[in-house]
């Protein structure tokens, strides 16, 4: 079985960037995709965030582009299409970062709604690879800004939650204007009929890869809930962050208005917090995560497409605020907590019409959550 990066078909320039990202083995994504990338073949995985799968489209992309002439048009040859700012920013700095010691220079280009069309419009000459949400890249099309009619691979990623958010349309339109003999590359965290529809619809005879999400440890996650009105949700709130000495405190919200709330009401009592949502800019998103990260701001709340994009080693406590609707979306909360071997603590606020809904949370994760009293409590 292939185990190191020298064993996929990569050049050298590309094995010292992966040195120096400190990456040592390849993820199993990574070891099935790029020696079918690079041999040319379409390519459908379903495999969680977290899985590997961006350097695994992105380091094939790099070696492949080495064989072209450097270009000064606005035609891509390079198409990838993502469902958030977030991702489109994060795929562009992996692809920066991998292509550091290339002998030929790599331009790579994210664009996205929520900031000005115009500095995007003016980088876009001599690009490589576009990393853009489907919005944006449609605005920047209707422009003339640029050309895709000979891109030569395209890559779909988190082709689930650009379907879950409405862009079936934006993505049908780009894909008329993209030429049908070209090298397809799509990834899901979920398979359904929809997608199924999509896959049969764009690829050819793809590689097959599906890579599992690694499972949320519920026993080193200690979880626990308080039984509170809902006008007193803020104090509880702030009675838990000011009892303990958790360096660390994500909180969930179901909507965007609530975090924003709650961020006013938490900064107002004395409590360093800052929102995460998708209402905010990419650089204030990037900041507040930035800063949250590094320590200098103890609590982040968050809504949950927003928070899928949190990943902390070792997070000390997660609060649900608020229940959110799935019970998937509740594993995939907490499971923010309690990683690589480290315990950590789960604690959510349950009004009175969130018992049925929490019971059925608790009957689908099979884990029984102990339900406390808030009478003794100083709120």
Do not use: C
Request: net charge positive.
């Amino acid at each position: 079985m292939i185990m190191n990066f020298s064993d996929l078909g990569l050049n050298k320039q590309l094995l010292t960037a992966i040195e120096k990202a400190k990456y040592t083995k390849p993820y199993p994504i990574q070891i099935e995709a790029i020696p079918a990338f690079l041999n040319r073949k379409d390519i459908l995985g379903i495999a969680p965030t977290g899985s590997g799968k961006t350097a695994s489209y992105i380091l094939p992309i790099l070696q492949l582009l080495q064989g072209k002439k450097e270009h000064r048009s606005r035609n891509i040859p390079v198409l990838v299409l993502v469902p958030t700012r977030e991702l489109a920013a994060q795929v562009a700095q992996v692809a920066d970062n991998f292509s550091r010691f290339l002998e030929r220079r790599i331009k790579t280009l994210a664009v996205f709604g929520g900031v000005s069309i115009n500095p995007q419009m003016m980088k876009l000459n001599g690009t490589d690879i576009l990393v853009a949400t489907p919005g944006r890249l449609l605005d920047l099309l209707s422009k003339n800004a640029l050309s895709i009619s000979d891109v030569e691979i395209l890559v779909l990623d988190e082709m689930d939650k650009v379907l879950n958010m409405g862009f079936r349309e934006e993505v049908d339109q780009i894909l008329a204007d993209i030429p049908k003999n070209r090298q397809t590359i799509l990834f899901s965290a979920t398979q359904d009929e929809t997608l199924e529809e999509v896959i049969s619809s764009l690829l050819k005879d793809p590689k097959r890869i599906s890579v599992k999400a690694a499972e949320v440890d519920m026993n080193l996650i200690n979880q626990y809930a308080y039984r509170i009105s809902a006008e007193k949700k803020g104090p509880l709130l702030r009675h838990i962050i000011n009892s303990g000495d958790w360096s660390q405190i994500l909180v969930f919200t179901s909507s965007i208005r609530t975090a924003n709330n709650l961020v006013q009401k938490l900064v107002k009592n004395g409590i360093d917090a800052l929102a995460f949502h998708g209402d905010k800019s990419q650089g204030a998103r990037t900041e507040a995560l930035a800063r949250f990260k590094s320590g200098k701001t103890r609590v982040l709340v968050a809504t949950d497409l927003a928070g899928r994009g949190i990943d902390i080693q070792f997070l000390p406590l997660v609060i649900n605020f608020e229940l959110p609707r799935s019970p998937k979306d509740y594993v995939h909360r907490v499971g923010r907590t309690g990683r690589a071997g480290a315990t950590g603590e789960a604690i959510s606020l349950i009004t009175e019409e969130d018992l049925h809904h929490f019971k059925i949370i608790q009957k689908k994760m099979k884990k029984h959550v102990q339900l406390r009293s808030t009478d003794d409590l100083d709120l």
